[in-house]
């Protein structure tokens, strides 16, 4: 008999039939004339209910079962008479797969976020997790969908490098050498003795090397894993979290920012048709998303506004509301000051743009008031900041100059320049950090709720 998923049997139209299953077990309730057992294989929010009577053949065995046991089970699915469930599984016969002991630590009662980050090797296997990893997985496949429809090409950009994109010189050594001191080497003489003859990073972005790709084949995106050696222990930040960046030849910074809105709206449709109950789920235990606006989200158009006009709001509000950074003209805008403008302000996610060159990277357009660069943030309520994006500098001159001023050596970035020599085009792109996604569509709190396996500082386990 082939084993089905619960999934699969739970949409079942046929009233009755012969059906395996495989999965572990949630709960076991004993009464004096049967044994229910909630069985969950993970491939849904709901589970499957088992029911034994005396009768059966195997009802002695069911003493040694305890939570989180793997079992094989078959029987005849029929409707259920319970409330909340259309089909439950009579149970004819069962084989362990896999026993369980007293200190399994997923009871039924609830458990804290927290207490689950220390067991992340389980917590998928809770309602939350579930529902979390279930979702993460129906935006990375809409990620692809999205973008193959438009006709971009998926670039595969290396997780080693020399360079460092965005110039914050937050960055993993990578070193094959043993002595801890060796990683500080900095002098040509010292790393003569690295694996690649200098120094070598992990990367914090796919973007200098997409822009090589989209240069020579039009449009593509990156989607892969990226590292910051950022010692932060916010509730937004990870030191390895996962980065969706298109980059697009021949584009402007309005082209961007509207690929930026079609994306969004893209990923929150896709959510919507394919995990109902995943986020019907979230919106009755957290109470942080609420269906209703996800769906007017997925059809509505973004409000846009020039970092300049965003200061004189945020001033504005200032008089009504008290910020702990007060907003002024050269200063980025912090998490309050995103969200005030999204929740209070619009009402609906808004599209800042053209920012102060001194707060954003060497690489960015320079716009013609010489104050400002073609950059663009995607601000959505509850949240802040999702997407941020720009207009890339293709001129050689203004670019050489930026990297000047900045004091960034280009030795290690002449490839990057020549991109400029060689038949120079517009173009621009945007980076979307993955996890934040899925903390906006699921009302997760902590991005370490959003990744399986959270890395961050003085954390590495699992």
């Not at 959003?450 to 699992?462: A, D, G, N, Q």
């Amino acid at each position: 008999m082939k084993r089905q998923r619960i999934q699969e049997l739970l949409k079942e139209s046929k009233t009755e039939q012969q059906v395996l299953v495989c999965g572990w077990v949630r709960t076991k309730r004993e009464s004096r004339h049967c044994t229910f057992i909630e069985l969950s294989d993970g491939s849904c929010q709901k589970t499957l209910q088992l029911v034994a009577d005396p009768d059966c053949a195997a009802y002695a065995g069911l003493k040694q079962l305890l939570t989180g046991c793997a079992l094989k089970a078959w029987g005849t699915l029929k409707e259920s008479p319970a409330k909340g469930q259309s089909r439950e599984l009579h149970l004819e016969g069962f084989e362990v797969l896999g026993l369980s002991d007293q200190s399994y630590p997923l009871q039924k009662k609830g458990h804290s976020l927290e207490f689950l980050r220390e067991i992340a090797h389980l917590r998928p296997r809770t309602n939350t997790f579930g529902a979390v990893f279930r979702v993460r997985d129906a935006i990375a496949q809409e990620v692809h969908r999205f973008f193959r429809q438009r006709g971009f090409l998926w670039a595969h950009t290396p997780i080693l490098t020399a360079s460092d994109c965005e110039g914050a010189g937050e960055l993993f050594r990578v070193s094959t050498h043993r002595d801890p001191s060796h990683a500080q080497a900095s002098s040509a003489e010292e790393t003569q003795s690295e694996f690649f003859g200098r120094a070598a990073h992990l990367t914090v972005s796919g973007q200098l090397e997409a822009e090589c790709m989209a240069m020579s084949l039009g449009q593509v995106y990156t989607f892969g894993p990226t590292f910051r050696a950022e010692n932060s222990n916010t509730s937004r930040h990870l030191a390895e979290f996962w980065m969706v960046e298109p980059e697009v030849a021949f584009a402007d910074l309005p082209e961007i920012m509207t690929l930026a809105e079609d994306f969004i709206r893209a990923l929150v449709a896709a959510v919507l048709k394919e995990c109902p109950d995943e986020l019907a789920f979230f919106e009755k235990m957290y109470r942080n998303i609420r269906i209703s606006e996800l769906e007017t989200l997925a059809s509505e158009t973004f409000a846009r506004i020039s970092y300049t006009d965003a200061i004189a709001l945020l001033k504005d509000g200032a008089k009504k509301t008290r910020f702990e950074f007060q907003p002024e003209w050269g200063a980025d805008l912090q998490t309050e000051h995103e969200r005030f403008l999204s929740e209070t302000v619009f009402g609906k996610p808004v599209i800042v743009h053209d920012y102060p060159k001194d707060i954003k990277a060497f690489y960015m357009r320079l716009n013609d008031d010489m104050r400002t660069v073609a950059a663009m943030d995607v601000l959505v309520p509850g949240l802040g900041e999702l997407i941020g994006g720009s207009q890339r500098e293709e001129r050689l001159g203004h670019l050489e100059a930026r990297m000047k001023e900045m004091e960034i050596p280009t030795q290690d970035l002449q490839w990057y320049l020549d991109l400029r020599r060689f038949g120079t085009a517009p173009h621009a792109g945007f980076g979307m950090g993955f996890e934040r996604m899925v903390m906006y569509l699921t009302g997760m709190q902590n991005i370490r709720d959003s990744i399986l396996c959270p890395r961050t500082p003085k954390s590495i386990h699992f």
